[in-house]
């Protein structure tokens, strides 16, 4: 069954407004889960590092004021895009490892994703 | 370095027949790789997985083959189903890196 879950599936807003979208483990405590964007017709690009008790760390590019991440307890991370523009129209997913272990030879477990469509 | 592309490459396979879905990556430092599969609408679905010590690995009517001389990856599966049309990623992980960069990807269709 599922380890991680993702919501909401899918959200529509206005251009200006903020949206958040949640990410769960299920079955375990996640120290570090991890976002990624996809556009369409296009692979998984890594945002930040969400790590539970401490701030994220955010890949080049992306900018940490506009998408705010919590890792709030070890089992919720969630992903706040502010003030959305068109541009950021997007499908979000998180993930986390399949182990929470140091030698990162465990495969990413990843939610179903939100679709997110800013008008 | 990451993969973005404005076009998945294709392939399309006759229903029954072994399909062989091939990743080049940069990164020599990488030391495990993984190949996922995406349905539309749906989040990446881990497949198989290999070390950098192994050269192959077999899973239920999938293989994974690593070439570390030239960098290159595959993935066969054999007996393709309908079920199996979808897109495909490679992601490598170099050592001691705990982030995952996916490759640009690979629409596999099944034609029934």
């Not at chain 1, 483990?25 to 996640?30: E, T, V």
């Not at chain 1, 930040?48 to 890792?71: P, R």
Request: aromatic share 10%; net charge neutral.
């Amino acid at each position: 069954g599922a380890v991680v879950s993702q919501h909401p599936s899918w959200v529509i807003c206005k251009s200006g407004t903020s949206v958040k979208i949640e990410c769960r483990s299920l079955d375990f405590q996640a120290t570090t889960m991890f976002w990624y964007r996809q556009f369409p017709k296009q692979s998984l690009m890594l945002m930040a590092t969400s790590n539970e008790g401490s701030k994220a760390t955010y890949e080049q590019g992306v900018e940490k004021d506009k998408f705010l991440i919590n890792h709030a307890s070890l089992t919720l991370s969630t992903l706040t895009v502010t003030s959305a523009h068109p541009e950021d129209s997007s499908f979000y997913i998180c993930s986390r490892r399949k182990i929470d272990d140091s030698s990162y030879n465990s495969p990413l477990h990843f939610g179903n994703g939100t679709r997110l469509t800013v008008t | 370095g990451e993969s973005v592309g404005l076009h998945l490459p294709t392939l399309s396979v006759q229903e029954g027949d072994n399909s062989i879905i091939n990743c080049a990556y940069s990164n020599s430092a990488s030391d495990y790789f993984i190949w996922y599969k995406q349905e539309s609408g749906k989040g990446p679905q881990f497949i198989i997985d290999i070390r950098s010590n192994m050269d192959k690995r077999q899973g239920q009517r999938v293989t994974v083959l690593l070439n570390k001389t030239v960098k290159h990856l595959s993935l066969q599966i054999a007996a393709t189903q309908p079920g199996d049309s979808a897109v495909y990623f490679c992601a490598e992980n170099p050592f001691g890196n705990e982030k995952l960069t996916f490759g640009t990807g690979t629409r596999l269709t099944i034609i029934p």
